[in-house]
C-alpha cells in the first residue's frame, strides 16, 4: 500500500440527513473518535425536500443548510464537499474517493442516499431535461421556470406535484404526464389524489395520468414528446420526476450485499464487516413486512442514521430499528394532506372514512385487529407523530376507534398522554 | 457539562380542566380567544385531563427532520425556537414529535409551538389550581454545575440515595475551606472518610465518635481560629447520631454558639446499620427494631414502631440558634437558600439545617421515587420548611395550605404498608398537631 494512507475512525459518505444524525449520535459516545464526512455536493449539508421551496422563491438558496462550518469545527469533524467515493474496497478497510485518493476507515456509513431515476424513453438523450435532488438542480429549475410558458412534467409523484404547483404559480402552462392512473399513487388513496387533481385542474394545469411517453425529440420549443396514445406535446421546460433510485454505484466488487438498495439489518449494517448504511440508499426491514423495503422518506432516514451511529460508536444505549412506517405530509395550494403508516389494507383489515364535502376535509383510516395501521388525512390536521407511536406500538383502538376517527386530533393526544408521556 | 433548563410542569391531580391556560396563552400568542390556538393543549374528559406541550426536547425530533433548518434548541435556555423566515410549512415536524408539541394553527397555516414566552409562561399565572408551575430550578443546577464536586467520584452509596445528592450538594456549595466531621452512619458508611488510608473527600475529613461530633468539631474550629484561619466547620450527621447518644454535645455547642454549620440528614433510623429505629422514626414505621407481624416482638404481636418522632429541629430553636431551618431534596431552590444563610450565620454562631431525607433502601420504596417521596412529604404537612431566626422567629418558606390527606405519603413506601385504621388516624391526628403547634411559633413571631 502506499506510503501514508490518510486514516479516519469514523468516514460517513453523504452530508445529509441520516448522515447528520450519524454524526450527532456518534458525538454523543464518542466526542474524540476521528471523524471525516465525505460528500458528493459542493455546498454545506441541506436536506432535497426543501429545494421545491428554493425552486418557488420561499427559501433563499443562501438559508437552507442545517449546519455551518462552525459546527463540524466544534464538534471535530472534518467535513468535505466536492469528494464523492468511488469504489469501495471493503476487503482492505478502505474508500477511493472520486479523485483517486484513498482513505482508510475503522467503520464506514454510507448515507449516500438516491437520485433521479431516469426512464428509458427513446431519445431521452436528445432532449435537455430538468430533474430536482441538488441545490444546483433546484438553482437551475427556479431560473428556467421564471422563463416558461409551457410545462411539461413527467411523474406525478410528490416531487413533480410540488414541481408543477411552482410552475402553475409562475404562470406557466403545465401538463402532468403519470404512468398510473391516478396521482402520488403510494402516498393518497383516489379520494385524496382525486382532491388534488382537483386542485391542480381549478389553477389551471392539466393532468394526464394513464398516459405513458413513448418517444422524445428535440424541437424548436424545446422538447417534443410523443405519448401512447399518440398525442404529442411541446415543452420548453421538462421535468423528469418518475422516481428515484439508490445511490450506490461505487459498491461494484465490494462483496456488500444489495438489492434494490444496500441491504442493511436492524442495527443498520451492511453483509460486510465495519460497513453500515442508512437512508434513502438502504433497505432495511419495513414495519408493515418481513422482508427489507425502501422508505425513502425523510424522517426515517434520520432515524436510520441515528441507529447507525449509535451502532458505529458502540453505544450501549442503541435501541434496534423497528421496520420503516411510511409518512408523508403535503401541501398544495394551501392545502394540506398527511399520511401516516402503510396505504394497503392488510387481510381481514378495516377501512373507515369520512367525508365533509363543504369543508373538503377527507380522513380514512385503516385498521387491523383493533390496531391503526394507516391514517391519511386531507385538509383535516392530526398530530402525524402520535398517529406513527400508536401504529408502532400496536395500541388496541377498538374501545376508542369512533371517537378517534370523529377527533383524531384530540383523542390521539389523550391516548397518548395516557400511554407514552 | 451539560445544562439543565427552566421548564413548565404539569400536575394532572389538580387539573380539573377548565382550559384557562389555554386562553391565556391564545391570547398572548394570538391576540384571541380562540383555544384551539393555544400552545398548550388540555385534552381528557370528566376528571382525567392531560397535557399536550412541546416538551422542549434535549434530542429533539422535531429539529431533526425540520428539512428548512427552521427549528432549532437554544443552547442557553434550552427553548426549540422557531424561525418563521425558514419555515416552509411542509408539517414534517408535526410527524416526527410524537408528543403533539408541536402542530398545525389552522388560522395562521404555520406550525406553532410553546416558546415559554422567553421565560414568562402566560400559562402558568392564568391557572387558578396550581396545577402548572414554571420550574426554575435549573438555575441552581448550572451554577452547581459551575462548582467543583468535593468527593470522590464513586461512593458506595445505595441506588437512589437522596444522602448522596445532598451531601454532594452541601459541600459543592460550602466549598474547598472546609474541616468535614461526619459520625458514623451512611455519610462515612458509603466513603466521606475513605478507604485504604485515602479519604472520599479532597477537603479534611474526620470520623469523631457518635457521642461528641460537635464537640470535636467546636474544638477544630477553635484551633483554626486561634492560628488565624477561616475556615467552614461542616458537620453532616445522621437524625440517629444527633437526636440519641450525640445529643448532648449537640446541644452543648448549639448553647454555647459554637461558630459551625451541623447538618442532620435526618432519613428517621440508623440505616447505615441494618435500619434500626431512631428517636426520628415516626410512629407506626418499619424499621428492623420495631418490627411488623404477628409475634415477632418478644412473642407479642407488633405493628411498627409504637411512640412519635422526635421534633429535633424545634428543639434546636429552643436554643436560640443563629439559624435553624428544615429543608428537602424536592425543594432545591429552598434549600440553596437556607443552605446559603445557614453558611453566613456559621460564622457568627451556631447554625443548624435539618434536611427531611428518604431512604429507599430503609422505607422501602423503588430507587427513582426519591424525590416524589420527599415532595409528598411536605404536601402532606407530614414534615414542613420553615427556618428560624432570634431576630425573626419562625416562618414557614413553603407554606401548604392545602395539605393532602397523609395516606398520599404513608402509601409511597413500604414501612408503613402494614397500618391499620388506628394507626393511620393517629398520624393523621399528629401531622395536624405538629401543624398547629409549629404555626403558634410562627405567629408569635409575625403577631407578637
Ligand atoms: C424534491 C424533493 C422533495 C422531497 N420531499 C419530501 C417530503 O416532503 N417528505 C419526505 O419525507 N421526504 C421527502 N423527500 C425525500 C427526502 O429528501 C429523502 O428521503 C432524504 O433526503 C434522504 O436522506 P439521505 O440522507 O438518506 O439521502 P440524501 O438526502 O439523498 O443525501 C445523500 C447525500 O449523499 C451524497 N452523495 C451521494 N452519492 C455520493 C457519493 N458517491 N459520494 C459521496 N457523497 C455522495 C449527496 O451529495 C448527499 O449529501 C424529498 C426529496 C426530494 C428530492
Not at chain 1, 426512464?119 to 422563463?147: E, Q
Not at chain 1, 409518512?327 to 395550494?333: A, I, V
Not at chain 1, 386531507?378 to 383502538?397: K, P, W, Y
Not at chain 2, 431566626?389 to 392545602?402: A, E, N, Y
Request: with cysteine; charged share 20%.
Amino acid at each position: 500500500m502506499d506510503q501514508a494512507m490518510e486514516q479516519t475512525k469514523y468516514l460517513i459518505v453523504g452530508s445529509s440527513h441520516a448522515a447528520l444524525e450519524a454524526v450527532s449520535a456518534i458525538r454523543m459516545h464518542d466526542p474524540e473518535g476521528s471523524l471525516t464526512v465525505v460528500t458528493r455536493d459542493a455546498h454545506l449539508p441541506y436536506s432535497p425536500t426543501v429545494l421545491p421551496y428554493v425552486v418557488s422563491g420561499k427559501s433563499a438558496p443562501e438559508r437552507i443548510f442545517l449546519r455551518d462550518d462552525d459546527f463540524f469545527a466544534r464538534n471535530k469533524v472534518s467535513y468535505r464537499p466536492k469528494a464523492a467515493l468511488a469504489a469501495l474496497h471493503a476487503d482492505s478497510n478502505t474508500a477511493e474517493l472520486a479523485d483517486g485518493s484513498h482513505l482508510a476507515y475503522e467503520k464506514l456509513l454510507l448515507a449516500t442516499g438516491a437520485s433521479p431515476a431516469i426512464p428509458p424513453i427513446p431519445g431521452i438523450d436528445t432532449v435537455s431535461y430538468h430533474v430536482l435532488r441538488t441545490l444546483d438542480d433546484a438553482l437551475k429549475l427556479r431560473d428556467a421556470i421564471a422563463k416558461s410558458k409551457q410545462a411539461v412534467v413527467l411523474g406525478a409523484g410528490l416531487v413533480g406535484m410540488h414541481a408543477a404547483e411552482n410552475l402553475v404559480k409562475a404562470g406557466a402552462s403545465v401538463t402532468i404526464v403519470e404512468m398510473s392512473d391516478q396521482l402520488t399513487a403510494g402516498y393518497f388513496d383516489k379520494v385524496a389524489a382525486q382532491m388534488i387533481e382537483q386542485a391542480f385542474i381549478d389553477n389551471g394545469a392539466k393532468i394526464m395520468t394513464g398516459n405513458r411517453v413513448v418517444r422524445l425529440e428535440p424541437s424548436p420549443v424545446g422538447a417534443k414528446l410523443t405519448l401512447e396514445n399518440g398525442t404529442t406535446l411541446e415543452a420548453d421546460l421538462l421535468l423528469v420526476a418518475t422516481g428515484v433510485k439508490p445511490e450506490m454505484a461505487y459498491l461494484n466488487g465490494s462483496g456488500v450485499e444489495h438489492g434494490q438498495g444496500i441491504l442493511v439489518d436492524d442495527r443498520m449494517q451492511t453483509s460486510v464487516a465495519n460497513v453500515w448504511a442508512a437512508g434513502d440508499c438502504a433497505q432495511a426491514r419495513g414495519f408493515f413486512t418481513d422482508t427489507q423495503v425502501m422508505n425513502a422518506i425523510l424522517p426515517d432516514a434520520t432515524v436510520q442514521g441515528r441507529v447507525a451511529g449509535m451502532a458505529m460508536a458502540g453505544d450501549p444505549g442503541i435501541k434496534e430499528y423497528p421496520g420503516g412506517v411510511p409518512l408523508n405530509t403535503y401541501h398544495f395550494f394551501g392545502r394540506h394532506a398527511i399520511s401516516v403508516g402503510s396505504s394497503k389494507v392488510p387481510e381481514g383489515g378495516e377501512v373507515v372514512t369520512r367525508f365533509d364535502e363543504k369543508t373538503g376535509r377527507y380522513l380514512k383510516a385503516i385498521f387491523q385487529d383493533g390496531r391503526l395501521t394507516g391514517i391519511f388525512g386531507v385538509n383535516e390536521f392530526f398530530d402525524g407523530g402520535v398517529m406513527c407511536q400508536l401504529i408502532l406500538r400496536r395500541i388496541d383502538l377498538t374501545d376508542v376507534k369512533e371517537r378517534l376517527l370523529a377527533n383524531p386530533l384530540a383523542v390521539g393526544r389523550e391516548i397518548m398522554s395516557k400511554t407514552w408521556r | 457539562m451539560v445544562r439543565a433548563f427552566n421548564t413548565i410542569a404539569f400536575d394532572a391531580a389538580k387539573c380539573d380542566g377548565c382550559g384557562d391556560c389555554m386562553v391565556a396563552c391564545a391570547q398572548a400568542k394570538t391576540g384571541t380567544d380562540d383555544i384551539a390556538r393555544s400552545r398548550i393543549q388540555i385534552v381528557g374528559r370528566e376528571k382525567d385531563f392531560e397535557l399536550a406541550l412541546c416538551r422542549q426536547c434535549a434530542d429533539p425530533k422535531c429539529v431533526t427532520v425540520c428539512p428548512a433548518g427552521a427549528l432549532g434548541k437554544d443552547g442557553e435556555t434550552g427553548v426549540i425556537g422557531w424561525d418563521a423566515s425558514k419555515c416552509v410549512d411542509c408539517l414534517l415536524c408535526t410527524v416526527g414529535c410524537a408528543y403533539a408539541g408541536i402542530a398545525l394553527d389552522e388560522v395562521s397555516g404555520h406550525v406553532s409551538k410553546c416558546d415559554t414566552c422567553d421565560g414568562n409562561p402566560a400559562c402558568v399565572p392564568a391557572c387558578p389550581h396550581g396545577a402548572l408551575k414554571y420550574i426554575t430550578t435549573a438555575n441552581i443546577y448550572n451554577e452547581v454545575g459551575d462548582w467543583e464536586d468535593l468527593f470522590a467520584p464513586g461512593l458506595a452509596g445505595c441506588q437512589g440515595c437522596n444522602t448522596e445528592l445532598l451531601m454532594r450538594h452541601t459541600l459543592r456549595r460550602v466549598g474547598p475551606d472546609t474541616v468535614l466531621a461526619t459520625p458514623p452512619g451512611c455519610v462515612p458508611g458509603m466513603g466521606s472518610v475513605g478507604f485504604n488510608g485515602t479519604t472520599g473527600t479532597k477537603v479534611p475529613v474526620f470520623h469523631p465518635l457518635l457521642t461528641n461530633t460537635a464537640a470535636m468539631l467546636a474544638g477544630i474550629k477553635r484551633q483554626y481560629k486561634r492560628v488565624g484561619r477561616e475556615i467552614n466547620a461542616l458537620a453532616i450527621a445522621g437524625d440517629g447520631g444527633a437526636s440519641d447518644v450525640g445529643f448532648q454535645s449537640l446541644s452543648g455547642a448549639a448553647e454555647r454558639g459554637e461558630q459551625m454549620l451541623f447538618m442532620v440528614v435526618d432519613n428517621e433510623g440508623y440505616m447505615n446499620t441494618g435500619m434500626q429505629r431512631s428517636s426520628c422514626t415516626p410512629y407506626g414505621a418499619w424499621t428492623s427494631t420495631t418490627p411488623v407481624g404477628a409475634g415477632c416482638s418478644a412473642g407479642m404481636p407488633s405493628q411498627g414502631k409504637t411512640q412519635d418522632a422526635k421534633n429535633l429541629p424545634l428543639i434546636m430553636v429552643n436554643h436560640r440558634c443563629a439559624y435553624v431551618a428544615t429543608a428537602s431534596t424536592a425543594y432545591m431552590e429552598d434549600l440553596y437558600e437556607k443552605l446559603d444563610k445557614a453558611l453566613l450565620a456559621s460564622k457568627t454562631g451556631f447554625a443548624y439545617l435539618h434536611v427531611y431525607s428518604p431512604c429507599t433502601t430503609g422505607w422501602r420504596f423503588p430507587t427513582h421515587q426519591n424525590m416524589e417521596v420527599a415532595r409528598k412529604a411536605v404536601e402532606t404537612n407530614f414534615v414542613m420548611l420553615w427556618e428560624f431566626t432570634p431576630q425573626k422567629g419562625l416562618r414557614f418558606t413553603k407554606p401548604v395550605d392545602d395539605p393532602l390527606p397523609v395516606t398520599e405519603y404513608l402509601k409511597v413506601m413500604g414501612r408503613f404498608r402494614h397500618l391499620s385504621e388506628d394507626q393511620i388516624t393517629h398520624i393523621q391526628g399528629k401531622v395536624v398537631e405538629n401543624a398547629k403547634f409549629v404555626q403558634r411559633f410562627s405567629e408569635q413571631a409575625h403577631g407578637g
